[in-house]
């Protein structure tokens, strides 16, 4: 079956570049998303690409693709304290209902 | 404008015991999804309603489950005969007509006692 998976934790300091990294299965996946969870909230849509598309900027976020490889990469520059969160991948595979198949999730850790 | 909705915000019910969780999608969004986001479990898709047609029900874990959406907007997830492996959080998602974002609404926690 469909399998994304991310690395658990990441820790930046204020002020540097993060890059939060995915891998996926499915090479039949149309889009590929990037979803931002606080502690105790729902999750916030970020980005996403479509499959056709390697790179995608939208200020601070830079989402990069290599579909030969599946790979998915969250760039966030200039981190803040505020973006400490987990984040997720999930891609969407028009022959399984629409439904988002999620990574574990990356906890990004911003320190002073 | 109002995002996606839910509740309660948070359940506690005893092993057993039936529970309904609300989701209020986005207004005009014919897509609406139900996930259950648990500790070692990650994130996983439950059921699927878009539109008239007949639901994507692959992702409910038993037949303890069951979801419905009533004039095609609000949506009732049921969970009869509730097991502490049911205690997760709840997530719904909705979908514009010809979109293919969802957009979530803040969860229901699920604790079963």
């Known amino acids: 079956g469909e399998d994304v998976e991310q690395s658990l934790f990441l820790s930046v300091r204020e002020g540097d570049s993060s890059v939060i990294n995915c891998t996926y299965t499915?090479?039949?996946?149309?889009?590929l998303y990037w979803y931002k969870q606080e502690p105790g909230a729902g999750l916030q849509l970020l980005t996403y690409?479509?499959?056709?598309?390697d790179m995608k900027q939208d200020q601070r976020l830079t989402v990069l693709l290599n579909k030969k490889d599946k790979h998915l990469s969250l760039r966030i520059a200039d981190t803040q304290t505020g973006d400490s969160a987990i984040y997720f991948c999930?891609?969407?595979?028009?022959?399984?209902?629409?439904?988002?198949?999620f990574g574990t999730g990356t906890r990004l850790q911003v320190t002073l | 404008g109002a995002g996606v909705s839910q509740s309660p915000s948070n359940k506690v019910t005893e092993k057993g015991k039936d529970v309904e969780l609300r989701c209020d999608p986005i207004?005009?969004?014919?897509?609406l999804y139900w996930y259950r986001q648990s500790l070692g479990q990650g994130l996983e898709f439950l059921i699927y309603?878009?539109?008239?047609?007949?639901?994507?029900k692959s992702g409910l874990p038993s037949d303890r489950f069951s979801a419905e959406r009533t004039g095609g907007s609000v949506s009732t997830l049921t969970i009869q005969r509730t097991q502490q492996e049911d205690s997760a959080v709840y997530l719904c998602?909705?979908?514009?007509?010809?979109?293919?974002?969802?957009?979530f609404g803040p969860g229901t926690r699920l604790t079963v006692t």
């Open positions: 999930a891609d969407k595979n028009t022959g399984t209902a629409s439904k988002l198949t």
């Open positions: 207004s005009g969004h014919t897509a």
């Open positions: 690409i479509f499959s056709n598309m």
């Open positions: 499915d090479s039949s996946s149309t889009y």
């Open positions: 998602a909705s979908t514009e007509p010809g979109q293919h974002e969802q957009y």
């Open positions: 309603f878009q539109g008239n047609s007949a639901p994507d």
